[in-house]
């Protein structure tokens, strides 16, 4: 197992910690998207979130969604979790190139700009739960805290972190969430923002050595924590021909016709891991015909 998840609460339940290692998912990501480093950054960072989310759902089926909708260059950003923690994600816009911030760290936020974030949880019931907010800092971390807060009602402290090398590779990439339970008492709270108050970022704890379950003994300072559970998470595409071809199905007949009309071969690629499909005239005349 190369990435993985680390749950951990204190001992009467009061704080539930999720702790992320996903550097290998987030190079996966870049690989399969060539993504600019703060393309890398802004997508890698939603995957963390995503894969940890995605863990909190309970259903086999359960299936998260994020998408972050801002007017800068970077475009859409989307990220799909199921409750194994198996990731998918793209981005609107992968070679977004823009100066860093100055105190040298990639700008996520200038790259997404003003929007919204929206969390959509299929959980197999009739309607998809949907929660939206607008974008507080396009940071990705603050605005999925203040999601959790207003539309979870769950307080909670998310931190996430990419760091990049200089040859564009991900050389640390983790996250964490962690959330208070509504009896939570006063004294557990005031002792988590102190230990808040003091925590490096995550990049810098990961690349002190610090892994996961050293980042829970430093958020947890104090609260006696333990590790419940350890899952692995990875970047997963379930994608097919018979998916892409119900992709090339919402077109519409008049497309379609128009398709076979000129001829030619039609090249559809996955949005998620860019696998090439290539449709046949024959192909795209049995698609018609089944309609
Ligand atoms: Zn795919």
Redesign the pocket.
């Known amino acids: 197992m190369s990435d993985f998840i680390l749950r951990a609460t204190d001992q009467d339940n009061h704080v539930r910690m999720f702790v992320a290692e996903t550097k290998e998912l987030v190079e996966q990501a870049r690989i399969y998207h060539t993504t600019s480093p703060v393309a890398t950054a802004a997508l890698g960072r939603l995957l963390t979130a995503g894969s940890m989310m995605g863990i909190m759902m309970k259903g086999d089926k359960d299936i998260l969604t994020l998408q972050m909708r801002g007017d800068g260059p970077i475009g859409n950003v989307l990220v799909t979790a199921d409750s194994k923690a198996n990731v998918?994600g793209y981005v609107g816009n992968n070679l977004v190139d823009i100066p860093l911030k100055d105190n040298g760290k990639l700008d996520v936020s200038g790259a997404v700009g003003k929007g919204t974030l929206m969390v959509i949880k299929d959980l197999g019931l009739k309607e998809p739960y949907n929660g939206t907010i607008e974008l507080v800092s396009g940071e990705v971390a603050d605005d999925l805290t203040y999601y959790f807060a207003s539309s979870e009602q769950t307080p909670s402290v998310v931190a996430l972190g990419v760091l990049v090398d200089k040859d564009y590779t991900v050389r640390q990439s983790g996250g964490f969430i962690l959330q208070l339970m509504p009896d939570c008492p006063e004294e557990k709270i005031k002792q988590i923002e102190k230990n808040l108050s003091v925590l490096p970022s995550v990049t810098s704890m990961l690349e002190n050595g610090q892994g996961a379950e050293g980042i829970i003994a430093m958020v947890m300072t104090g609260l006696n924590p333990v590790i419940r559970e350890k899952s692995s998470t990875e970047y997963q595409?379930?994608?097919s021909k018979d998916r892409v071809e119900k992709a090339l199905l919402t077109i519409g007949k008049t497309e379609l016709q128009q398709l076979i009309d000129d001829g030619e071969t039609v090249d559809m690629s996955?949005?998620?891991?860019?696998?090439h499909y290539e449709f046949s005239v024959e192909d795209v005349e049995n698609i018609l015909n089944n309609l």
Do not use: G
């Open positions: 998918k595409c379930d994608c996955c949005h998620f891991c860019n696998t």
